[in-house]
């Protein structure tokens, strides 16, 4: 009797073994403010974009041999409540004081993936920004007890240390390669690290296309001729020298993000690892510091690019079903074996990728919701948010503005209609006007010809005020520029569109909707802001 029981003890030990070895690999690289602007979209777009100029090969690579998906969005477009949600898998709203940017808190009382992983017995570790600004520091990730940077942090100013010693005398590729030589020494230590009976989640969550760029660095650095780009612009970007330049500066560093992602695929692969790792390649909002891009609703503000390689799983395929980032804690939990905590809203991913279809998959998956409350604190008066839900189908896009008397883009401050700051302060300090977009060159433009005929409807829509509902008919008018909400012709489609928000904000409990709707208006949501303005963590 001892003796049988000792042997149905090893073989459960044997058993447990062999499942934890079995367990995927899963590699999450995640770009700060990258948007949806990968060359593997081009061949998707229906109209000429910037995604026929830029090159991802890397990324295009796990969407050619994984899952392509043309409807992914984030839920809210900042970066500590997007990924708030993205680490829950709950609606930005449902985190606490993690649905806010400056003065956001985690206070642990959500489960976060990561650290269920880790129970899970998954070696965890993460490099550069996880969740911040907020305090504690990336808390969801174990507050910085599993980052994997001693190799440094030069990556995230991309640009700006690549341009520093290219001027100093280094070639051009010798530079980039000091670069991606942190990555590399990153992730390999995360790898050394990992014991052998162990499978690894693995966070890659560099900072480099979050402003600030070095102006002329997308043609310096990486070829990418701004004039490329002309006609390939969003219809709401005025197309000109300056704002085609600025562009090609963020698409440089969305290239140097996608060089990374090659590092990493090269050290599993050399680890002989690959092909037992699932890889995910996403980022946590649309570009910074455009008109419509970042802190917007819509497509450009929170459509993001996403690839899913599962070796093992078919590939090749293009996905159309719509998909929410929150949808990646349950997915990740899935594909890892370990438990669900109650209360996510996210819809896990696996069947769709089990799936050997292409197109629409699941019908269910035909909306998304997105919102927002609170990005720079001081934007508006009183530290105040500037509130906002939205439906996304893929005929419609339906916005709920709850406080239309606010500007979206926060308060003009010092520009009026004589004055405003210098286009060298609105190019560095996002918080001289307008702070919820950040500075750029793109922002001091459209302030310098805000009076000019010509232009000045691109400034009305980049910083004007905006009515309680908005409602674009995609078929139409894909750059969602034209309001039809008070058409006429519309008002059912209106009408259902709103219900079904309404519906969705209130089965899960959206404070801005329940009760008297006054949560966010309040402190702790209205308190002091966070000394680490504009979403970007510093290098360690």
Not at 67 to 91: D, E, I, K, Q
Not at 211 to 235: E, F, M
Not at 267 to 279: F, S, Y
Not at 505 to 512: E, I, K, M, V, Y
């Amino acid at each position: 009797m001892r003796y049988s029981r000792l042997f149905l003890l090893l073989m459960v030990l044997a058993s447990t073994t062999a499942s934890a070895a079995e367990r995927p690999n899963i590699l999450f690289c995640f770009a700060d403010d990258w948007g949806r602007y990968a060359s593997a979209y081009a061949a998707t777009d229906s109209q000429p974009t910037a995604n026929s100029v830029i090159k991802t090969p890397n990324f295009d690579r796990v969407a050619q041999q994984g899952v392509l998906f043309t409807n992914a969005f984030v839920n809210a477009p900042s970066c500590t409540p997007c990924r708030s949600a993205l680490v829950s898998g709950r609606y930005f709203f449902a985190t606490g004081r993690g649905a806010i940017l400056n003065g956001a808190v985690w206070d642990g009382s959500v489960p976060s993936f990561p650290l269920i992983l880790n129970d899970a017995g998954y070696h965890i570790g993460e490099t550069w920004k996880v969740w911040s600004p907020g305090t504690p520091n990336d808390a969801p990730f174990g507050a910085g007890k599993f980052a994997y940077e001693k190799a440094g942090g030069a990556f995230n100013g991309f640009s700006q240390n690549v341009t520093k010693l290219v001027h100093q005398g280094t070639p051009l590729a010798a530079a980039k390669e000091q670069m991606y030589a942190q990555v590399r020494g990153n992730f390999g230590a995360f790898l050394e690290a990992c014991p052998e009976d162990k499978p690894f989640f693995y966070w890659f969550g560099p900072t480099n296309v979050h402003r600030t760029w070095v102006q002329g660095s997308g043609q310096a650095l990486w070829n990418i001729n701004p004039d490329s780009l002309q006609g390939k612009l969003p219809k709401f970007l005025p197309d000109v020298p300056e704002i085609r330049e600025d562009f090609a500066d963020y698409l440089g560093e969305a290239q140097a993000f996608d060089g990374g992602v090659g590092v990493l695929l090269e050290q599993l692969k050399a680890a002989g690892k690959l092909d037992n790792t699932i890889v995910v390649i996403s980022g946590d909002h649309g570009a910074p510091g455009f008109p419509g891009g970042k802190c917007n609703l819509y497509d450009f503000g929170v459509g993001v690019a996403l690839a899913i390689h599962w070796p093992g799983q078919p590939g090749g395929r293009v996905v159309d079903d719509f998909v929410n980032l929150m949808d990646l804690c349950p997915t990740f939990l899935e594909m890892a074996g370990a438990k669900l905590p109650p209360g996510m809203h996210g819809q896990s991913l696996v069947k769709l990728l089990e799936s050997d279809q292409s197109g629409q998959v699941d019908p269910s998956r035909n909306y998304v919701v997105t919102g927002r409350e609170r990005h720079v604190a001081s934007a508006r008066a009183g530290n105040l948010p500037y509130p906002q839900r939205s439906y996304r189908t893929h005929d419609f896009l339906y916005i709920r503005n709850f406080r239309p008397e606010r500007y979206p883009m926060g308060d003009p401050y010092a520009v009026t209609d004589t004055e405003a700051p210098t286009a060298q302060a609105l190019t560095n300090n996002t918080r001289v006007a307008f702070a919820d977009m950040d500075a750029s060159p793109a922002k001091a433009w459209l302030v310098a010809h805000r009076q000019d005929e010509k232009w000045k409807w691109f400034y009305d829509y980049a910083f004007g005020k905006r009515p309680g509902e908005e409602l674009y008919d995609l078929k139409k008018d894909p750059d969602q520029i034209k309001n039809v909400a008070d058409d006429p012709a519309y008002a059912a489609v209106k009408a259902k569109l709103g219900a079904q928000l309404m519906d969705v904000l209130t089965s899960a409990g959206d404070p801005r909707v329940i009760g008297d709707g006054e949560t966010f208006e309040k402190p702790p949501f209205t308190g002091p802001e966070n000394a680490n303005a504009g979403g970007k963590k510093k290098a360690k």
